[in-house]
């Protein structure tokens, strides 16, 4: 199957710094990714629609400022949390459909925890 | 707004018992629905997905069915193993790929 690769898998920072996570399609072109977000012990909500060669498509309540997204290539879309703080530390993770289709199946990265100190 | 909900929260069973996890969601307007497997601190795992136009999918011990009128969707897990303890998640595909997710049900098989 499709393979969607994610780093770091996991990161600690100070607060006030910036971080930044890495989704790339190893064997595929993903015009579209998703950036979900998990806290623990919920479920995954989804952030944003990373668009290739356009800007990204922010959910409600999700700040575009603070959660830089760029999907500069066919192969990489990359998530930028800015001056990181305790409250974002979360466990992030991406996504892609193979072909961009809205009723295909997902292929998702290992997730990349977040500890903010 | 795309409510997704699954029940139990969390399930505790001896091996080789056969067990059911339920998924429901509000809106019957879906492209699709996925079941994934989540183990601590990992990604996800895509185990099943059922097109709207489908009523199940099968893949070995893991069988998935979909009631799109009652917005209902149940995993069966036959024979179940210690190697199945994971969280497993229910997804719905609504609109343009975005996946809404329900809660998960934290699954044990003790030896």
């Known amino acids: 199957g499709a393979v969607v690769s994610q780093h770091p898998s996991w990161v600690i920072c100070k607060s006030g710094t910036s971080v930044k996570i890495e989704c790339r399609s190893l064997?595929?072109?993903?015009?579209?990714m998703f950036w979900y977000r998990q806290f623990p012990k919920q479920s995954l909500m989804l952030m944003a629609t990373?668009?290739?060669?356009?800007?990204?498509?922010?959910e409600q309540g999700v700040e575009k400022d603070k959660f830089l997204i760029n999907h500069a290539s066919l192969t990489l879309s990359t998530l930028t949390v800015t001056s990181a703080h305790p409250e974002d530390s979360s466990f992030y993770i991406c996504s892609a459909p193979l072909t961009g289709g809205s009723n295909e199946k997902l292929f998702f990265g290992s997730g990349t925890q977040l500890s903010v100190l | 707004k795309q409510e997704v909900t699954q029940i139990p929260a969390a399930l505790s069973v001896p091996e080789g018992e056969n067990l059911v996890l339920n998924c429901s969601f509000t809106d019957s307007a879906i492209y699709n629905l996925q079941w994934f497997r989540q183990d601590p601190g990992k990604g996800l795992t895509s185990l099943l997905l059922i097109q709207s136009s489908q009523r199940e999918q099968t893949s070995g011990r893991l069988n998935a069915s979909l009631d799109k009128s009652s917005g209902r969707s149940t995993l069966y897990i036959a024979a179940s193993q210690p190697g199945d303890s994971a969280t497993y998640l229910c997804a719905v595909n609504g609109q343009g790929g975005k996946l809404i997710f329900g809660q998960g049900t934290e699954l044990s098989v003790k030896p």
């Open positions: 990373s668009n290739e060669g356009s800007k990204a498509t922010y």
């Open positions: 064997d595929f072109q993903a015009t579209t």
